[in-house]
């Protein structure tokens, strides 16, 4: 295992333009930028770096701005292009010791100058961001969300989790943009041909998110301070953007709750980035 210094640059508390942006989300890949007026991290890279270099060209963000991989945890899905832009773009990739040991192997050519280690429940800083890992339960090893603010404004990231638990769930309620998981339709699991095995590890407290869960937490903690609310990572085969959208609306309408505005939600495309998200 080779630990590196963490070599990050100060949080600046003064900067106005932030926006951010969902590559890809779901089981073929999951991949978020976020950036600031001068540099970006992503948050996973679940998809080839082909493809991340080239939806950041599209959207005339350059590969040069980006300052660093927050890396979720060890699944193909979240790791894909990770050995190509540590390689060929010396880009820094940031996750626990134990994860990293999770991810590293004989076979992973990962950059070793590009490793870089961080705690659980500790702050660091990076590109302008002050970043928060902190755990969630999910089938791997190990597996994180992440926590980062810009001066006052806040975003929480959590993909895969079979549960909220009370660890994370602070991070979760504290989002200005929230982006977490509705993986699957109940019912549409239930019926669907996954064999039971598989159905159940879905279900379990760590497997992944259905509608209702995520539907349930949101009317319970919904609030003012939450602006964007991005729904991701869902099932291919036994969920469906309106099916995620209509359990929300059902579970919100029961509960007599009306959104300010100003408030948004959103439903993060599988395979193809979504519009830059401003948070002003």
């Not at 926006?19 to 992503?42: A, K, P, R, T, V």
């Not at 040991?101 to 870089?116: A, F, G, N, V, Y």
């Not at 504290?174 to 977490?180: E, K, Y």
């Not at 993060?268 to 998200?277: A, E, S």
């Amino acid at each position: 295992m080779v630990s590196k210094r963490l070599l990050l640059t100060p949080g600046n508390k003064e900067l106005m333009k932030l926006n951010f942006c969902s590559l890809s989300s779901g089981s073929s890949g999951n991949c978020y930028y976020l950036g600031n007026e001068f540099h970006g991290i992503l948050i996973d890279a679940g998809i080839s770096a082909t493809s991340i270099r080239k939806f950041l060209k599209d959207m005339d963000i350059s590969m040069q701005s980006i300052m660093g991989v927050l890396i979720t945890h060890n699944h193909i899905d979240h790791i894909k292009g990770l050995e190509l832009l540590t390689r060929k773009n010396s880009l820094p990739a940031f996750t626990t010791p134990k994860i990293w040991e999770s991810i590293l192997s004989p076979q992973k050519r990962i950059s070793r100058d590009c490793i870089r280690e961080i705690p659980l429940q500790q702050m660091f800083h990076l590109a302008g961001f002050d970043i928060e890992a902190f755990p969630v339960t999910h089938d791997a090893p190990e597996t994180i969300g992440f926590h980062i603010c810009a001066g006052d404004r806040k975003i929480t990231i959590v993909t895969d989790l079979g549960h909220i638990c009370q660890t994370s769930a602070p991070y979760i309620k504290a989002a200005n943009l929230l982006v977490i998981e509705s993986n699957y339709d109940e019912q549409m699991l239930e019926n669907g041909r996954y064999p039971y095995f598989l159905k159940a590890r879905i279900r379990s407290d760590h497997g992944h998110l259905g509608n209702h869960q995520t539907a349930e937490f949101l009317a319970d903690n919904i609030n003012d301070n939450l602006f964007h609310i991005c729904l991701a990572h869902l099932s291919k085969n036994n969920n469906t953007p309106e099916m995620v959208l209509q359990t929300l609306e059902q579970t919100f309408l029961a509960r007599g709750i009306i959104l300010n505005g100003r408030q948004r939600i959103s439903v993060l495309n599988r395979n193809t980035p979504t519009d830059l998200i401003s948070l002003v």
